[in-house]
């Protein structure tokens, strides 16, 4: 509805897109998800490090790879692949956590997944989008690791602060994820309203680009679920690992596009949060739908 609106009536999304509003509004979103953690959470990444490592391990490894690829193979523009490379470089999503819900997945697992690479996206995010773009289009790693730290880190410390301080019950805690995804749906839609100039009249290669946004995802989705599986994970985990790699934090590509590149690369950001929610809820509900195997042990 949001992205529909952005496309017909733009100027819908004005307010948003005026100074440096989507940058607070990112912020307020990793706000959201800091005030969820608990110093238990942080107890899972010692006592659970193998699945969170998959997960970790491919966010950073399959995904930008996967752009790179997508985007030459299909002879993306410069600043197309620029686009898809920042997705694919990005941390997981929130909405990931709530969609491993949908699919009956780990939950727990899926939020500390989300936590650890998105706290590690302070540096490997600008270094990645430096190392596999930087030749193609202009790249600044430092303002873009500035702008990381300021944008995500700091407002997640501030949420775990606040939730250390003040306690909330568990109707504020509930409510978090809720806010959070409210506020990503007003960010993807003033990105989209940004460039609906350019979804007026469909700019060559338009439909390679579609195509390589779902390539990259759907590829973190099969990568994210075959990987763990031939490490003998159980079902459950390959889910949850599955929707963490497919499924990026695309409001964060798209806030940064437009604070350090244009509206131009920005494109296959909004693309692909689009796309990811769609095809991702799609996989949610069929994960959900499907038999989990259970592990049968046997006493000699």
Known sequence: LGVGTAIAVPATFDFFAQGQRLQYMLGFILLCMGVTLSPRDFEQVVQR????????????????????AAGKCLGLSAVWQAGLVLVGSCPGGTISNVVSHVAKADVPLSVIMTSVSTLVACVLTPWLTWMLCGAIVHVDPI???????????LPVILGVSLRALFQPNDTVLQLMPAL?????????????????????????GFAWLVGAVAFLHLGGFGLGYAVPKVFGSTTTVCRTVSIEVGMQNGVMAITL????????????????????????????????????????????
């Not at 490090?49 to 790179?68: E, H, N, T």
């Not at 494109?267 to 592990?295: D, E, K």
């Open 180 to 204: 959070a995804v409210v506020v990503s749906t007003f960010t993807t839609s003033t990105a989209v309203a940004g460039c609906s100039h350019l979804l007026q009249h469909l700019p060559d």
């Open 143 to 153: 303002a873009l690791m500035t702008s990381v730290v300021t944008m995500v880190l």
């Open 257 to 300: 596009a437009i604070a350090h590149f244009s509206m131009e690369v920005a494109l296959p950001c909004a693309l692909s949060v689009v796309f990811m929610n769609v095809i991702g809820t799609l996989i949610g509900i069929a994960y959900s739908l499907m038999p989990t195997p259970r592990r049968i042990t046997t006493t000699p």
């Open 49 to 68: 490090p193998q699945r969170v490592a998959y997960g970790v391990l491919l966010q950073y490894s399959i995904m930008p790879l996967l752009a790179v």
